[in-house]
């Protein structure tokens, strides 16, 4: 009688073995590098940021895409929650920001912008999405929990991953084509959905504008196809501005969007709805008649630096920053916390 070939050594049995060790190990290599492809981008991009101010003041470039960040726009209510710990001990946040746009030499348009707001940790985030524009914005990462660091420190790694989901949340901007967009808070209104279009969040609406428009009119007729929530965050108004010298403030009332133009060789917008405000409403706001009157003194002609000298005279207490953008040139002035004698310069083609 023939003896019976143990397990181990029958070579059919051996030879199948292998294959499935062979599948089993391409299987792991798959999925390794498929993690580490999920991974290099965040990496990479992670790898970039740099304190420039202790205020703080970060910088960061963006890696790959972030079409995933839609999911981010479903939970504003923990983004913006009490961890940021913005606004007073009473629950409520300063409600000043100015905002103008100067065209009177239109070889260089000019827009200024102050941040009147509780203390706020600054991100200048550049990202270049694939089939859409670059652009420089400027994010407040208090939401995502990060305050000031000691000394030159970076923030711990747990929180720097949240910075991954800036992107998302960007408080204004200006991008390759010199298309410049900022928000301020406005009064709340009951404003009514249009059933036949799609819902984004204000800070959703504003990434993709600095995505995938170049001039304002091409912002306007995006806005025109979306509902906007502003909830759980504050009702704003959106001043819109290009390279081109058309520039527009945005609002959203009881009736839908207006989009109100200037006649003026600029625009400016603070706090309350210009949409069918008279001269006795914009004159109670003294930042916007003050900034007006400069303006209209100049003819609409501003440089850089009078840009900054009209942002200071209107600064207030909560002032957190101040920027001009050039739109001609896509440069980047920033000030912080009213510290006018330091202005750190960020240049959009200097990013790669």
Same mark, same amino acid.
């Given at each position: 009688?023939?003896?019976?070939?143990?397990?181990?050594?029958?070579?059919?049995? %051996?030879?199948?073995?292998?294959?499935?060790?062979?599948?089993?190990?391409?299987?792991?290599?798959?999925?390794?590098?498929?993690?580490?492809?999920? &991974?290099?981008?965040?990496?990479?991009? &992670?790898?970039?940021?740099?304190?420039?101010?202790?205020?703080?003041?970060?910088?960061? !470039?963006?890696?790959?895409?972030?079409?995933?960040?839609?999911?981010?726009?479903?939970?504003?209510?923990?983004?913006?929650?009490?961890?940021?710990?913005?606004?007073?001990?009473?629950?409520?946040?300063?409600?000043?920001?100015?905002?103008?746009?100067?065209?009177?030499?239109?070889?260089?348009?000019?827009?200024?912008?102050?941040?009147?707001?509780?203390?706020?940790? &600054?991100?200048?985030?550049?990202?270049?999405?694939?089939?859409?524009?670059?652009?420089?914005?400027?994010?407040?990462?208090?939401?995502?929990?990060?305050?000031?660091?000691?000394?030159?420190?970076?923030?711990?790694?747990?929180?720097?991953?949240?910075? &991954?989901?800036?992107?998302?949340?960007?408080?204004?901007?200006?991008?390759?084509?010199?298309?410049?967009?900022?928000?301020?808070?406005?009064?709340?209104?009951? %404003?009514?959905?249009?059933?036949?279009?799609?819902?984004?969040? !204000?800070?959703?609406?504003?990434?993709?504008?600095?995505?995938?428009?170049?001039?304002?009119?091409?912002?306007?007729?995006?806005?025109?196809?979306?509902?906007?929530?502003?909830?759980?965050?504050?009702?704003?108004?959106?001043?819109?501005?290009?390279?081109?010298?058309?520039?527009?403030?945005?609002?959203?009332?009881?009736?839908?969007?207006?989009?109100?133009?200037?006649?003026? %060789?600029?625009?400016?917008?603070?706090?309350?709805?210009?949409?069918?405000?008279?001269?006795?409403?914009?004159?109670?706001?003294?930042?916007?008649?003050?900034?007006?009157?400069? %303006?209209?003194?100049?003819?609409?002609?501003?440089?850089?630096?009078?840009?900054?000298?009209?942002?200071?005279?209107?600064?207030?207490?909560?002032?957190?920053?101040?920027?001009?953008?050039?739109?001609?040139?896509?440069?980047?002035?920033?000030?912080?916390?009213?510290?006018?004698?330091?202005?750190?310069?960020?240049?959009?083609?200097?990013?790669?």
């Amino acid at each position: 009688m023939k003896k019976a070939k143990r397990k181990g050594t029958d070579p059919v049995r %051996l030879a199948k073995r292998r294959r499935r060790r062979k599948i089993r190990r391409c299987i792991l290599l798959i999925l390794l590098v498929i993690f580490c492809g999920l &991974l290099i981008n965040p990496i990479r991009t &992670l790898s970039t940021l740099e304190k420039v101010d202790d205020y703080p003041l970060y910088v960061m !470039s963006y890696k790959g895409g972030y079409d995933y960040l839609g999911v981010v726009h479903d939970f504003y209510g923990a983004i913006f929650g009490v961890e940021s710990g913005k606004g007073d001990k009473d629950g409520k946040k300063p409600e000043a920001c100015s905002l103008f746009a100067a065209y009177g030499d239109l070889s260089r348009p000019i827009y200024g912008r102050n941040l009147d707001w509780s203390y706020s940790p &600054l991100l200048v985030l550049y990202t270049n999405p694939t089939g859409g524009y670059a652009s420089l914005s400027l994010v407040d990462i208090a939401y995502l929990g990060i305050g000031k660091t000691e000394d030159s420190e970076l923030p711990d790694w747990g929180k720097r991953f949240r910075l &991954l989901a800036t992107p998302g949340l960007p408080f204004e901007g200006i991008n390759e084509h010199g298309l410049t967009v900022t928000i301020a808070l406005v009064p709340d209104l009951d %404003l009514k959905a249009d059933p036949q279009k799609e819902t984004l969040h !204000s800070l959703a609406a504003l990434r993709m504008m600095l995505d995938n428009t170049r001039t304002t009119q091409q912002a306007i007729e995006f806005l025109e196809n979306y509902n906007i929530n502003f909830r759980p965050g504050p009702t704003v108004h959106y001043l819109i501005a290009d390279a081109q010298g058309d520039r527009a403030l945005v609002e959203y009332v009881e009736e839908g969007m207006k989009v109100i133009r200037s006649e003026e %060789l600029y625009l400016v917008a603070t706090n309350f709805y210009l949409n069918g405000a008279g001269e006795d409403l914009k004159s109670k706001c003294w930042r916007y008649s003050t900034a007006r009157k400069m %303006l209209e003194e100049r003819e609409g002609k501003v440089t850089d630096s009078q840009a900054m000298e009209i942002l200071e005279k209107v600064s207030v207490g909560g002032t957190v920053w101040s920027v001009v953008y050039d739109l001609q040139q896509r440069k980047v002035h920033i000030v912080l916390a009213r510290n006018y004698d330091k202005v750190h310069t960020f240049v959009l083609d200097d990013f790669d």
